[in-house]
């Protein structure tokens, strides 16, 4: 059992221990006698006529309190409740730092280094290893950096109230509810991309737009079928002048969505000034990044260019080392004493021309 810790905020004040402002009116022995059943003694009277300073029997320190107060409740002296608070923070492991911005609050240092207000019986508890403390900060941080390695980021609280889930907003734009443990895991779809997006082959793709303006745009984004994604999700009348004018094969969503990324940002810092103002094509376009002036179409063809080319070339090495791991398996399940028929299991299982590579030993 924990004592009570009365509230602060009650009718007692810390009292100046230097000067205390006192008027000259008498203090009835009457008064005294309450003081003194309630381990106080009273030293003046004052700031005004309704109050008196008391003295802390038990720890020496002053107070101010009113003489109602006195006589029909029992005083808190304010620097025993601090050193009890204090206490109870120390046991709680955390440092306690002063009153908080409630009644029975205090503002307490984590051992994060987070400040934060709690409440009092939250610390007993604590004490007692009921619960611990989390930091809202820190927490919110973990679920962000977590958000973020999944293309997400939080926005806020679960609209349904769970505190398992929270609101989160997809680089595709989509916002969706995700259980904090799905988002850690990654097993969920987001519902604005299809699903298994992620996973998916996928395309970057560069479409040309002209605005009711006359003005010609170009849009660089990703998506697994890019034809379905101009017809369907981006243009809002269906003979508004739009076209696919060029698209790059990606292995996987997720890749692509990386790759989009870091070519939107090449291009804000190259050409800042062909990105377009949102207000140009509002109601004409739903894109939710950029859309950049049709003149730098020939350097966003050769970076679109630059990445096919470095992507080729990556499938192509991986093709290779698939290969070699495929013959070095073959060549050890022929090693001595290998049943040939498992040998021709496995180069069944190569592509003709690698096959023919390792025909020699191929029993045919
Ligand atoms: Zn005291
Ligand atoms: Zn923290
Ligand atoms: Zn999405």
Redesign the pocket.
């Known amino acids: 059992m924990t004592d009570p810790i009365p509230n602060f905020l009650d009718a007692a004040f810390s009292g100046d221990d230097r000067s205390p402002a006192s008027v000259n009116l008498p203090i009835l022995d009457q008064w005294q006698g309450y003081a003194e059943d309630k381990g106080f003694e009273i030293v003046a009277r004052g700031p005004d006529r309704y109050h008196l300073h008391l003295r802390?029997e038990?720890?020496g320190?002053t107070m101010i309190c009113k003489i109602f107060t006195l006589r029909t409740a029992q005083p808190t002296?304010p620097?025993?409740l601090e050193a009890r608070w204090r206490a109870l923070c120390e046991a709680a492991g955390v440092t306690y730092l002063g009153r908080g911005d409630r009644p029975n609050y205090m503002r307490v240092l984590l051992p994060c280094g987070h400040e934060t207000n709690r409440q009092q019986e939250l610390l007993e508890r604590v004490r007692r290893g009921a619960t611990a403390i989390r930091c809202a900060v820190c927490l919110e941080d973990r679920l962000q950096a977590e958000a973020r390695a999944r293309g997400w980021s939080l926005i806020g609280d679960d609209p349904e109230g769970s505190q398992h889930y929270r609101l989160y907003r997809h680089d595709c734009g989509h916002r969706q509810r995700v259980a904090l443990g799905n988002m850690v895991t990654g097993r969920f779809t987001c519902g604005g991309c299809s699903e298994g997006w992620t996973r998916d082959k996928s395309h970057l793709y560069m479409m040309r737009f002209v605005l009711r303006t006359g003005r010609e745009a170009v849009k660089v984004g990703f998506s697994r079928d890019p034809v379905s994604r101009l017809r369907h999700q981006l243009i809002t009348e269906r003979d508004q002048d739009a076209r696919l004018i060029r698209t790059v094969e990606v292995p996987t969503g997720h890749e692509a969505m990386a790759i989009e990324k870091a070519l939107h940002t090449t291009l804000r810092q190259r050409h800042p000034e062909a990105v377009l103002d949102r207000a140009e094509f509002a109601g004409e376009v739903k894109v939710l990044s950029e859309l950049y002036a049709a003149r730098i179409e020939a350097e966003i063809t050769a970076l679109l260019d630059r990445i096919e080319v470095r992507l080729r070339r990556r499938a192509r090495r991986r093709e290779k080392r698939r290969l070699k791991r495929l013959r070095r398996r073959l060549a050890q399940s022929q090693a001595p004493a290998c049943p040939a028929a498992e040998g021709s299991t496995l180069a069944s299982r190569l592509p003709p021309a690698a096959t023919d590579k390792l025909s020699p030993s191929d029993p045919g």
């Open positions: 802390c038990r720890c320190g002296c620097h025993c």
